[in-house]
């Protein structure tokens, strides 16, 4: 809720409809900016990051042209192999800006939902 809603919503209101408790509720409930809880948006993000690194296929995350080995005795060893990294990133990224936003989404909801119980 912004100020200007705040300010809206009391002016519909007859003041003795307010309890002191209601209008400090009503203000903690005025966007200074958006409020996010970052560290509930980290977890979001690093699942989904895991979780599309996991269903990734070697194939898809390393560039086998690029395997070295080396031959002691009768062991084959691999001794490199070049990371793409940009398919990595592109394929764990997928998705993330369409979760970002729903994540936003979710909290402006919870906020709301919160300035309504207050109203109540």
Known sequence: MTK???LE?????????YSLDQVIELIKGIEVGSVIDVDGLYKE???????NID???SEDAVDFSS?????????????????DS????SRACYGLPDL??????????????AVEEVQA
Do not use: C, W
Request: aromatic fraction near 8%; proline fraction near 2%.
């Open 86 to 89: 940009s398919e990595v990133a």
């Open 9 to 17: 919503l009391l002016e519909k209101q007859m003041p003795s409809f």
């Open 100 to 113: 970002i936003a729903g994540y936003i989404e979710r909290m402006s909801d919870m906020e709301e939902d």
């Open 4 to 6: 200007k809603q705040t």
């Open 55 to 57: 269903e990734m296929d």
């Open 45 to 51: 993000i690093k699942v989904h990051l895991e979780e």
């Open 67 to 83: 395997a070295e080995f080396s031959l002691n005795y009768n062991e084959v060893s691999l001794d490199d192999i070049k990371i």
